[in-house]
């Protein structure tokens, strides 16, 4: 069993910056990948960044150059860096770790006002 929990959402100004939190039960180097979602009002959760546990990262195109996730595998916690907001950044931020299966944070608000 694994525990995420999600920390950092908050209201933010376009163009500014806010860090996500995502704080596992294991040792995260146990995890395959932890990765970061988000779902807006009305649409279907997305993918935003992923980092396995060779610390290889991806990123979802709309991202790229703004956001960094990263690890510290010593706090077993993934980091997701949000430069440069903008309003269609606003959503519900999840973490995910997988496993043989996927384990789902309860999500973390994150609103960018224009």
């Known amino acids: 069993q694994v525990q995420v929990v999600e920390s950092g959402g908050g209201l933010v100004q376009a163009g500014g910056s806010l860090r996500l939190s995502c704080a596992a039960s294991?040792?995260?180097?146990?995890?395959?990948?932890i990765g970061w979602y988000r779902q807006a009002p009305g649409k279907q959760r997305e993918l935003v960044a992923d980092?396995?546990?060779?610390?290889?990262?991806d990123y979802a195109e709309a991202v790229k150059g703004r956001f960094t996730i990263s690890r510290d595998n010593s706090k077993n916690t993934v980091y997701l860096q949000m430069n440069s907001l903008e309003p269609e950044d606003t959503a519900v931020y999840y973490c995910?770790?997988?496993?043989?299966?996927?384990?789902w944070g309860q999500g973390t608000q994150v609103t960018v006002s224009s």
């Open positions: 995910k770790a997988q496993t043989w299966r996927a384990y």
């Open positions: 980092i396995s546990a060779d610390g290889n990262a």
């Open positions: 294991v040792s995260i180097l146990s995890v395959r990948a």
